[in-house]
């Protein structure tokens, strides 16, 4: 307004934007050792911390496990994202290792592995067919595969 009472207005609109992401910090990769015949492990981590310029941000777990779950044997990862009050966001991710736990001696084979074989052979033969049981073997993860890897098989000529 003047001195002669003329006046005039004007106005405008200041906008805060903002652009900054949180900053977010997981754990490192975990590895554990399953207890002897589980096929999972409880896993304690502590979850990643998150701050930011504007107010504290939403911490959201996207996938795997929460902290004190039972992870499964293998690898699992585990994605965490922070978002903040203007929707900038920002993920971490680490992976935990579920490794089986064995019994002391790790596989063992079962009574049937055959013991030394005798056979004798006629005369004018150089060998002959013979019959055995193929072993099995069994640890904490249950029934194992056995795989002969030489020599001939139950009922081949030797």
């Given at each position: 307004?003047?001195?002669?009472?003329?006046?005039?207005?004007?106005?405008?609109?200041?906008?805060?934007?903002?652009?900054?992401?949180?900053?977010?910090?997981?754990?490192?990769?975990?590895?554990?050792t399953a207890p002897p015949g589980q096929y999972t492990a409880m896993v304690?981590?502590?979850?990643?911390?998150?701050?930011?310029?504007?107010?504290?941000?939403?911490?959201?777990?996207?996938?795997?496990?929460?902290?004190?779950?039972?992870?499964?044997?293998?690898?699992?990862?585990?994605?965490?994202?922070?978002?903040?009050?203007?929707?900038?966001?920002?993920?971490?991710?680490?992976?935990?290792?579920?490794?089986?736990?064995?019994?002391?001696?790790?596989?063992?084979?079962?009574?049937?592995?055959?013991?030394?074989?005798?056979?004798?052979?006629?005369?004018?033969?150089?060998?002959?067919?013979?019959?055995?049981?193929?072993?099995?073997?069994?640890?904490?993860?249950?029934?194992?595969?056995?795989?002969?890897?030489?020599?001939?098989?139950?009922?081949?000529?030797?």
């Amino acid at each position: 307004m003047d001195a002669a009472g003329n006046k005039d207005e004007c106005s405008f609109t200041v906008t805060i934007k903002d652009n900054e992401k949180p900053t977010i910090s997981c754990p490192g990769d975990i590895t554990v050792t399953a207890p002897p015949g589980q096929y999972t492990a409880m896993v304690n981590y502590i979850p990643p911390a998150v701050t930011d310029n504007c107010g504290t941000p939403t911490l959201v777990r996207n996938q795997g496990f929460s902290p004190g779950g039972q992870f499964p044997l293998g690898s699992t990862a585990v994605t965490y994202t922070a978002t903040d009050t203007a929707s900038n966001s920002v993920t971490c991710s680490f992976t935990v290792m579920v490794e089986p736990g064995e019994t002391e001696g790790g596989p063992a084979i079962f009574n049937n592995c055959p013991a030394t074989i005798t056979h004798s052979v006629s005369t004018y033969t150089c060998g002959a067919n013979v019959a055995f049981q193929i072993p099995t073997a069994s640890d904490d993860s249950g029934d194992l595969e056995v795989v002969r890897v030489s020599g001939p098989g139950p009922g081949d000529f030797f």
